[in-house]
């Protein structure tokens, strides 16, 4: 009985499993749409470029879009690199593994971790096009669309428990669009200090993976998980603005031998600025030629949230031409300050605010501020603090219906002249013209120049026209004058705001800003 019940059961199964895959087809068969229409077939010329691009998904970046150049020379430059690359890309990825794989493993309970194999493949990874930004920064800013279809054999060894289990990534498939930033640029090769690369967007990563000797990536559901914690992943650690940040060369040092082969010292001033204040910045004065610059000077801000709102301190060494590099940073919050009681601080200056960023740990300076806090009392603002807005009153012999129009001229930003760069500022108001002085050889100039204008009304309707030139006295230039370009400035919101001081963008002007104070001030 026990072979004959044996053999019907065989039978019995036999059957059963044919039966289920002929039902299983059929049911596939039948459930699949019947109603299929036929594809729309049209020009391509009558196509939108969006519809292009989904058609034809692999058209270089280059082609696509006019903002990114070709780059066939870089992609020829890395395929002879290849092999060296691979090495020194490997060693650096296992440099920032290590560290982090350290403080993983008590978590775990494992005992260690080790790569048993690690190289990138002979397959090097292809640039469809590069497009670079201009900042007016120290530094060179790069956005490159790339695809990277890899033979890499990256196998990693994790022991625990006296037991050893082999990891193994094959196959690699990575499209992604990286920016990278080298900064600060400094004088010493290879003339950039540090490389920034971020995610501009969520890449594509496609891989698989074999744990001991079988592909766990074939297992159902576990592929499509596995892709979109890892671009989950990425994206939390480097996607724009997280970055990672690898350190070429010191930069502190590079900038230290620029300061002392080229000015000697520094020109260090100070600028305040209040979180969450829409008010322009307060600077104090410039000391020329000094590491150890004393100001002794005095500051007050209105306090809105003292809870939430900090004091941003920042340390620039001035330069005639060119941007102001900053020297440092750090911040003062409000809600350290006890009441009514002056409190003296010795700050470190920091590279960022970054607490984890290693470069902190480099000296830079201190800087003492003396700081006190004093509470509004009985909703009235003290005499010793001004009105953000509040102006001076004008003179007793201004009209009673008009008012006193003062224009300010601060300082301006990054100017550039063709041939030289001596900047004035010159105002065209109602037919009059008044003019700063020059300011030679400088594209930061600071006038700190008033004019005055009495009016018999408001000028609710006018505007006034501001325009930079720079003139050079010397023989035989052609271009003696030339303008480094103009705003015209509506007065209407100084009417009815009673101040305003602003940075205004330059029309004609690559990256030039000018800021101008402007004030109503009446009799009343």
């Known amino acids: 009985m026990g072979i004959i019940s044996t053999i019907l059961g065989s039978f019995g199964f036999g059957i059963g499993l044919t039966a289920g895959l002929v039902i299983g087809y059929y049911i596939f068969i039948l459930s699949q749409p019947n109603d299929v229409k036929d594809p729309e077939i049209r020009p391509l010329t009558e196509l939108d470029a969006k519809t292009l691009q989904q058609l034809l998904p692999e058209i270089p970046l280059w082609v696509k879009n006019p903002d990114y150049d070709r780059i066939d020379w870089l992609n020829k430059f890395i395929e002879y690199m290849w092999p060296y690359l691979d090495k020194a890309i490997c060693k650096m990825a296992k440099k920032i593994a290590d560290p982090i794989i350290a403080e993983q493993i008590p978590k775990y309970k494992t005992d260690s971790v080790d790569f048993e194999a690690l190289t990138l493949g ?7 096009g590069m497009k670079v930004y201009n900042t ?41 669009n990286p920016r990278i930033t080298l900064k600060p640029l400094v004088p010493s090769f290879p003339c ?15 891989f698989g993976l074999k744990l001991i000797g079988v592909d766990v990536m074939s297992i159902p559901g576990l592929y499509r998980f596995v892709q979109e914690l890892i671009k989950d992943q990425v994206a939390n650690m480097y996607l724009w603005p997280k970055r990672l940040e690898v350190q070429i060369m010191d930069p502190a040092k590079a900038m230290k031998l620029k300061k002392k082969d080229l000015l000697g ?24 030629k000094n590491l150890n610059p004393e100001w002794n000077e005095e500051f007050s801000f209105v306090i809105k949230d003292p809870e939430a709102q900090v004091l941003n301190l920042s340390v620039f060494d001035w330069e005639q031409v060119g941007s102001h590099d900053k020297m440092g940073l750090n911040v003062i919050p409000l809600k350290d300050l006890t009441p009514d009681e002056p409190k003296v601080l010795t700050l470190d200056l920091l590279k960022n605010l970054n607490p984890n960023d290693a470069q902190n740990e480099k000296s ?17 603002v003290p005499t010793n603090v001004e009105d953000s807005n509040a102006v001076q009153k004008a003179p ?3 009209p009673n219906e008009g008012g006193l129009l003062v224009i300010i001229f601060h300082e301006a930003q990054d100017l550039e002249g063709k041939n030289h760069t001596n900047p004035s500022a010159r105002l065209l108001f109602r037919g009059e013209e008044r003019k700063t002085k020059t300011l030679k050889k400088s594209r930061d100039p600071r006038w700190e120049e008033e004019f005055q204008f009495t009016l018999d009304e408001p000028p609710t309707n006018d505007k006034i026209h501001v325009e930079v030139i720079s003139t050079s006295k010397r023989m035989g230039l052609l271009h003696p004058k030339e303008t480094l370009g103009y705003v015209d400035i509506h007065l209407s919101d100084v009417i009815n705001n009673k101040r305003i001081n602003e940075r205004y963008h330059l029309i004609d002007s690559k990256n030039g800003r000018i800021q101008i104070e402007m004030q109503w001030r009446t009799a009343s």
């Open 364 to 380: 830079r300076g201190q800087i003492v501020i003396e700081a006190e806090y004093k509470p509004f009392k009985d909703n009235e």
């Open 122 to 128: 002979s397959l090097p990874p292809s640039f469809q």
């Open 136 to 176: 007016e920064e120290k530094e060179l800013i790069m956005e490159l669309g790339m695809k990277w279809a890899a033979n890499p054999n990256i196998l990693v060894a994790a022991k625990a428990f006296g037991l050893k289990a082999t990891v193994q990534v094959i196959d690699l498939q990575v499209f992604a």
């Open 192 to 206: 950039f200090a540090n490389i920034h690369v971020s995610l501009m967007e969520k890449p594509h990563v496609d």
């Open 265 to 288: 010292a520094s020109d260090p001033y100070v600028k305040l600025k209040l979180a969450d204040d829409k008010l322009p910045s307060k600077k104090t004065t410039v000391k020329h």
């Open 396 to 398: 007793e012999r201004t």
